[in-house]
C-alpha cells in the first residue's frame, strides 16, 4: 500500500499562483500512475490532472488545462501540482491519488490509494 501526504494548500488570489506537493511512502512509487482530483462544497469529486508513472504524458482536465501542470519526482517519490492563473472556481479540497501497475485512469472509483486532502481556497 501506498500513504499519500499533501501540502501547499492555502489562500491564493485570483490570478497568483499555488504548488501542491503528495509524498508518497510505503511500496513502491514509480509503478503507479499518480493524479489529483479535486471536490468543491457541493459537488462531486472530479479528476483535474494525472502523470504516467514515468511522468513523460500527462492528462488534464479542460478546465485546467494550459493553467496547471502535473510532474512527478520518483526519487522524491513526490507528484507536484504546479497551479497558475488560478480562478475563484479552482476553490476545492485538492487530493492526490494513485493506481497500481500504471493504468491510466480518471474516475475517483478507480484510485487505488489516496491522500487526506489539502484545501485551496482562491478569493477574486
Known amino acids: 500500500q501506498v500513504q499519500l501526504v499533501e501540502s501547499g494548500g492555502g489562500l491564493a488570489q485570483a490570478g497568483g499562483s499555488l504548488r501542491l506537493s503528495c509524498a508518497a511512502s510505503g511500496r513502491t512509487f514509480g509503478d503507479n500512475f499518480m493524479a489529483w482530483f479535486r471536490q468543491a462544497p457541493g459537488k462531486e469529486r472530479e479528476f483535474v490532472a494525472g502523470v504516467n508513472w514515468s511522468g513523460t504524458t500527462t492528462y488534464y482536465a479542460d478546465s485546467v488545462k494550459g493553467r496547471f501542470t502535473i510532474t512527478r519526482d520518483n526519487v522524491k517519490n513526490t507528484v507536484y501540482l504546479h497551479m497558475n492563473s488560478l480562478k475563484p472556481e479552482d476553490t476545492a479540497v485538492y487530493y492526490c491519488?494513485?493506481?497500481?501497475?500504471?493504468?491510466?485512469?480518471?474516475?475517483?472509483?478507480?484510485?487505488?490509494?489516496w491522500g487526506k486532502g489539502t484545501q485551496v481556497t482562491v478569493s477574486s
Open positions: 491519488a494513485g493506481r497500481g501497475g500504471g493504468v491510466v485512469v480518471k474516475t475517483t472509483g478507480a484510485m487505488d490509494f
